[in-house]
């Protein structure tokens, strides 16, 4: 398994007492799947993004990423683990206003001291990917909604990370365009062999997934290997 939560529990200080937003959760996310977590507003889904990502540490269980057991990481080695294993796509895409899309891509692999050339390539081939080749030299302010949210994930996959975790990517976008985007997003997780996490309110796409969980209460309703295709 390239992504697994173990058992996971997290809890956040509630007043004098403890909220428990994860309750036990455990998943497994082999490399190549995409999975969908569902569920209402508050059951979990950020915080079960956050473990992942390993933004934020469990109270209790374990998180594999990519063969690394996270337990046992410091601060800066975590931060390396999810530089070059995760990559995270944001539901506001953030995109830099003065940079062009490919540099906004190429943008992450000068954060981990790649080569300039290399970097550009690479951004380029990411573009075409996701259907933005002739978009390359625009700022944000003129590309759409949908173009926006390509560049956003043609950036997490800049360092080719095996793990992609994505945070509501539909949200702002019509029928159509999120229809789109999980199209690209499910042919990538093949094509790239990434273990996709999708956290998602739209129940409208989710055939185009491996297995869709449902999150309540910081529970885990369905398993994993429930498959939609
Ligand atoms: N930093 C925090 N401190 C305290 N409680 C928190 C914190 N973050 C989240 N919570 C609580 O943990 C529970 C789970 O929140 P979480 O954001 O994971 O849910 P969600 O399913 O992603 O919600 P939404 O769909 O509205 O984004 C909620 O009850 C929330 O209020």
Redesign the pocket.
């Known amino acids: 398994m390239t992504l697994t939560l173990a058992d996971v529990t997290?809890t956040?200080?509630?007043g004098d007492a403890r909220?428990?937003?994860?309750d036990r959760v455990s998943l497994d996310v082999p490399a190549g799947t995409l999975t969908a977590v569902v569920?209402?507003?508050?059951?979990?889904?950020?915080?079960?993004?956050?473990i992942a990502a390993t933004l934020v540490t469990p109270d209790q269980g374990r998180v594999v990423v990519a063969g690394t057991d996270t337990a046992g990481l410091g601060r800066a080695e975590k931060a390396a683990l999810r530089r070059e294993r995760i990559g995270i796509v944001f539901q506001q895409p953030n995109l830099l206003p003065s940079l062009t899309a490919a540099e906004q891509v190429q943008v992450m692999a000068h954060l981990s001291g790649g080569s300039v050339r290399a970097a550009r390539a690479r951004a380029e081939e990411l573009l075409d990917a996701v259907g933005l080749a002739d978009r390359a030299d625009r700022r944000p302010h003129q590309l759409s909604g949908g173009e926006r949210q390509r560049i956003n994930i043609a950036r997490a996959l800049m360092n080719e990370p095996a793990v992609l975790l994505v945070d509501?990517p539909t949200s702002a976008l019509d029928h159509e365009r999120g229809a789109a985007v999980l199209d690209l997003l499910a042919a990538l997780t093949r094509e790239r062999s990434t273990a996709t996490v999708l956290?998602t309110?739209d129940l409208a796409h989710l055939d185009r997934v491996d297995g869709t969980v449902t999150?309540e209460d910081?529970r885990l309703t369905a398993p994993a290997a429930t498959s939609c295709r």
């Not at 909220?19 to 994860?22: R, V």
């Not at 979990?44 to 993004?49: A, I, M, T």
């Open positions: 997290l956040y200080p509630d909220l428990t937003a994860l569920g209402p507003s508050g059951s979990g889904k950020s915080s079960l993004l956050a509501e956290v309110h999150m910081g």
